[in-house]
């Protein structure tokens, strides 16, 4: 009796993501906590400029970064936090002076924990009786919280800082190249 093994060959999914290296210390990340225009898990979908009046009225320092959704698990501080065209970018610094801080820290480098998730009060929101979904037009944003399992697909960490000695000098070789060329 003869066997014949043969192997199937995996179809390649094409996705098209801007690569970027970044300037990230050892214990910052970057990611999108919301994308506009893109309906979540439970239905909602979040307009352009919904995170506008909260952020402008309370400040960066008054939304916490938590660990999955935990009000007792603060886990660091947000940095940088805007809308732009794709969504709500953030960048944050995680504490590693506390033990859950080192441990998301090293899940992030592992790759074993990528999404974020924003919590908040809606104040101001408009339902499409044809599909269901609403649209949250202004929102009061409380907390972004690194997590496993985000109700918004594609709201996650982009990139975390230097992992290693030769991502340190791709960085500065992108920075000498980009001076080099007037960027």
Same mark, same amino acid.
């Given at each position: 009796?003869?066997?014949?093994?043969?192997?199937?060959?995996? @179809?390649?999914?094409? /996705?098209? +993501?801007?690569? !970027?290296?970044?300037? &990230? %210390?050892?214990?910052?990340?970057?990611?999108?906590?919301?994308?506009?225009?893109?309906?979540?898990?439970?239905?909602?979908?979040?307009?352009?400029?919904?995170?506008?009046?909260?952020?402008?009225?309370?400040?960066?320092?008054?939304?916490?970064?938590?660990?999955?959704?935990?009000?007792?698990?603060?886990?660091?501080?947000?940095?940088?936090?805007?809308?732009?065209?794709?969504?709500?970018?953030?960048k944050g610094r995680?504490?590693?002076?506390?033990? @859950?801080?080192?441990? /998301?820290? +090293?899940?992030? !480098?592992?790759?074993? &924990? %990528?999404?974020?998730?924003?919590?908040f009060r809606t104040?101001?929101?408009?339902?499409?009786?044809?599909?269901?979904?609403?649209?949250?037009?202004?929102?009061?944003?409380?907390?972004?919280?690194?997590?496993?399992?985000?109700?918004?697909?594609?709201?996650?960490?982009?990139?975390?800082?230097?992992?290693?000695?030769?991502?340190?000098?791709?960085?500065?070789?992108?920075?000498?190249?980009?001076?080099?060329?007037?960027?």
């Amino acid at each position: 009796m003869t066997i014949k093994v043969q192997h199937a060959r995996r @179809r390649l999914a094409h /996705v098209s +993501a801007p690569a !970027r290296l970044t300037s &990230l %210390n050892r214990d910052e990340f970057e990611g999108y906590a919301s994308l506009f225009g893109v309906p979540d898990g439970a239905g909602d979908v979040v307009a352009p400029g919904a995170f506008a009046a909260s952020l402008r009225k309370q400040g960066l320092a008054s939304v916490r970064m938590l660990y999955q959704h935990f009000a007792h698990e603060p886990i660091g501080v947000w940095e940088e936090m805007r809308e732009d065209s794709r969504g709500l970018y953030v960048k944050g610094r995680l504490v590693t002076d506390i033990e @859950r801080g080192r441990d /998301v820290a +090293a899940l992030l !480098r592992e790759g074993a &924990l %990528n999404g974020l998730s924003i919590g908040f009060r809606t104040r101001r929101a408009r339902r499409d009786t044809a599909t269901g979904l609403r649209t949250l037009l202004d929102i009061e944003l409380w907390e972004v919280s690194v997590v496993t399992f985000p109700l918004l697909q594609g709201s996650q960490i982009t990139a975390i800082g230097t992992k290693s000695a030769l991502a340190a000098q791709i960085r500065q070789a992108s920075a000498t190249f980009a001076t080099a060329n007037g960027e």
